[in-house]
């Protein structure tokens, strides 16, 4: 048994009497426990976004325009980046460090790319958050996305930052396992705002 | 005695005592213990709050506050009973007792806890500075319905801290619900299989997988709210293409599991009490942990009969399924009943809040299937009845529930036992007192007295029900006086109480009073939800053996 250093020690030593693979680190169940709570955020919004849309008999309301062309390749973007990022978790299976900063920056720069396209459509819209229910939605929608996004891609730079002997093992390594599991959440919601947005209209 | 020994620990900390050790604490035993002091502190507050409500009242056609005061009065008598009080009381107990009924030394994430506390109390001190500002604190109500709380009704600051501090103050309820799940999955000691842990700390799971999916639906509903005030939004603004019942139906996704997060918790502290004094297992203990679950699952798809009168929901659906909420809930009751049952039943200060949790939430729990069927919630809605039925769930029921846990518990978190004879005055103030204030109000109700009215027209019975209902609220505050006096005197007196004065039977009963940094120098085997009791008979077999 380890010399525990304090009450936390101790409790990781509980948890390696149990077998070995029956309880999940603390951090990356918590992370789980965390997404489930924001898809419940984003599904708030969803249901308002149907509930307003079911209402109303002209949607999205006249003039509205939106460029789709340019959201697809932003999700585009985004899906590059959810796949890359499976890159870094091999990696860091495969404690390769160059490897893992190498794919952890293409999955940054792919994160910043889509967040680029995000504000660029923001920029040349023509309505805004106070111009009807539509464009509330649409700005609460992308806004919230694009500063989980945001969130995301801080959360990768300090991995990347951190990438040595370490990062490989026990916490550290939980610790880029919810991260990522974060940046595929943030991928596949956007999939739902993206379609809803601008497919289903 | 055989066990994982968890002794010699040094416990990393900024200082071990004086003030600086409680601000950067990390401990989840002194966690809790802010947690439940604020929100005792809160409770008083709110209680003022109600004393002068009930002073308005009094007698018809009085003016002691203006009809603006009156409306902020009930705002934030509601607003800090329910997210400043019963909400996070159960979060401080699960803080301090979740860990040790698990056998573990601290909650998951220590840091992310005292994270959870310190932003629960800015948001509380938030919504209450709204009082300070021009035009006073938020006067909507406690669920702020639209137009309301629009921007051109209610124009000043204070709706604007209410939305921002009760924001905070369902983060702090998200993350410390984390928290929770994940100590309780992970962090259970070696023995203390699922079907082992008790069933505080079981409804505390169900509570929390209920915040989990039901607070999400008020962060987004007053986000939606503050970018219609601030930033020129239509969410809710029928002329623009948005809708005024969504708020409603935002608000009551979240409201509704809200109700349960405020109970659940409390039939778990009833759970442990009635066992504890009848002597007895819990009676049905896996049918009690479905019950819990089945009371949150049916929680999630109930929330439109808040708004039968709105005519725009399915009022045979959401009826039905609330109809529904009473098996699991009978499940309870009937599962206490069979625990007390030959029991040998002490009537202890805590035994007797517990049974009195029972009858006056057995009370507000009947008419709240009652108000559940369109018909007689298209007569009740609004009325003085509603406002019976749910302060006998929360007040009769929750309430009633603290002071149970507080005589209980007590001893172990302070190492002080108080006063018997004294918290028995204090229950018999309170239950009398609670009865008194309440009851007169489903008739005042059914003769159509509506709630959040400042002043009442002098009609028959109304003056006489009412002036009932103030004494009661006086009897009531004579009853939180003497608990005041009681903890006072018990904490000055410090008799001396061993570390398990009740006879328990779970974990938490195991280690000293208060528990050590570290919780348990020895931990006993478990091999049953009662190790505590397994422990005391087999010293006992030993002894004779001897």
Same mark, same amino acid.
């Given at each position: 048994m380890p010399n525990p250093k304090s009450a936390i020690a101790m409790a990781r030593t509980f948890r390696q009497l149990e077998p070995l693979g029956t309880r999940a680190h603390p951090l990356v169940f918590g992370v789980v426990l965390f997404l489930t709570s924001e898809l419940m955020l984003f599904a708030a919004m969803f249901a308002a976004y149907y509930n307003l849309r079911s209402n109303s008999s002209v949607w999205p309301p006249a003039g509205v325009r939106l460029d789709l062309t340019e959201s697809t390749v932003g999700t585009f973007f985004l899906a590059l980046s959810s796949v890359a990022v499976l890159f870094v978790g091999r990696s860091l299976n495969r404690r390769h460090a160059q490897q893992t900063r190498l794919w952890l920056a293409t999955t940054i720069a792919l994160g910043v790319a889509f967040l680029g396209i995000a504000f660029h459509g923001w920029s040349k819209a023509n309505f805004r958050i106070d111009s009807n229910a539509f464009g509330s939605l649409f700005y609460m929608m992308t806004g919230v996305h694009a500063a989980h996004v945001f969130v995301g891609l801080i959360l990768l730079a300090a991995l990347l930052l951190g990438v040595?002997?370490?990062?490989?093992?026990?916490d550290r390594r939980a610790g880029a396992e919810g991260i990522m599991y974060y940046w595929h959440f943030v991928f596949v919601v956007w999939v739902g705002i993206w379609a809803t947005l601008y497919l289903v209209r | 005695m055989s066990g994982v020994s968890t002794r010699d620990l040094p416990v990393p900390a900024?200082? %071990?005592? +004086?003030l600086l050790s409680w601000i950067a604490t990390t401990d989840h035993k002194r966690i809790g213990i802010m947690y439940m002091v604020t929100a005792f502190a809160f409770f008083f507050v709110a209680g003022i709050m109600a004393m002068l409500i009930r002073a308005q009242l009094a007698q018809p056609n009085q003016s002691i506050v203006t009809s603006h005061t009156y409306s902020q009065l009930f705002t934030l008598h509601g607003t800090a009973m329910i997210f400043f009080f019963v909400v996070p009381f159960a979060f401080g107990l699960a803080n301090f007792l979740v860990p040790l009924q698990i056998g573990a030394p601290d909650m998951a994430f220590p840091r992310l806890n005292a994270f959870t506390y310190w932003i629960f109390l800015l948001g509380a001190l938030t919504v209450m500075s709204g009082a300070a500002t021009n035009g006073g604190a938020a006067a909507s109500g406690w669920f702020a319905y639209v137009p309301l709380s629009g921007i051109k009704i209610s124009s000043g600051l204070g709706q604007d801290f209410w939305i921002l501090g009760i924001l905070m103050a369902s983060i702090s309820s998200i993350l410390t619900s984390i928290n929770l799940i994940t100590t309780v999955f992970i962090y259970r000691a070696p023995g203390m299989t699922m079907w082992r842990i008790p069933i505080f700390t079981w409804e505390m799971v169900a509570t929390a997988l209920l915040v989990l999916m039901a607070f999400p639906a008020l962060t987004a509903d007053l986000g939606m709210l503050l970018i219609d005030r %601030?930033? +020129? +939004?239509? $969410? $809710?603004d029928p002329a623009a293409g948005?809708?005024? *019942?969504l708020y409603q139906h935002l608000f009551w996704f979240f409201g509704h599991p809200e109700v349960y997060i405020m109970i659940l918790p409390y039939f778990g502290v009833v759970t442990e009490i009635v066992s504890t004094f009848s002597r007895?297992? *819990?009676?049905g203990y896996v049918g009690m942990v479905l019950a819990a679950f089945a009371i949150a699952g049916l929680s999630m798809g109930v929330w439109a009969h808040h708004m039968f009168t709105t005519g725009a929901v399915s009022d045979p659906f959401f009826s039905a399924v609330s109809f529904l909420i009473a098996v699991p809930t009978g499940i309870k009751f009937f599962n206490w009943i069979g625990t007390m049952w030959r029991g040998s039943i002490s009537l202890t200060t805590p035994m007797l809040f517990a049974v009195g949790f029972l009858l006056n939430f057995l009370n507000g729990g009947i008419t709240g299937v009652m108000v559940a069927s369109p018909p007689i919630d298209f007569h009740a809605e609004d009325s003085y009845f509603l406002v019976s039925h749910f302060h006998y769930v929360i007040g009769g029921g929750s309430l009633f529930a603290i002071f149970a846990a507080l005589f209980f518990w007590f001893p172990k978190i302070f190492g002080v036992k108080l006063n018997e004879y004294w918290g028995k005055v204090c229950f018999a103030f309170e239950f009398i007192g609670f009865n008194l204030t309440f009851f007169p109000m489903y008739f005042l109700g059914v003769m159509g007295m509506p709630r959040r009215v400042y002043t009442y027209p002098n009609l028959p019975g109304w003056g006489s029900l009412n002036a009932l209902a103030t004494l009661g609220a006086a009897i009531m505050a004579v009853g939180v006086i003497i608990f005041v006096v009681n903890v006072i005197v018990s904490a000055i007196r410090r008799a001396p109480v061993p570390d398990d004065p009740w006879g328990g039977f779970t974990l938490e009963w195991a280690t000293t009073s208060p528990p050590p940094a570290h919780n348990f120098d020895r931990l006993p085997p478990i091999r049953s939800e009662r190790p505590v009791f397994d422990l005391r008979q087999s010293d006992l077999g030993s002894q004779r053996k001897r």
């Open positions: 040595r002997e370490q990062a490989f093992v026990g | 900024l200082a %071990r005592t +004086g %601030r930033f +020129g +939004g239509h $969410f $809710f948005g809708s005024a *019942v007895k297992p *819990v009676f």
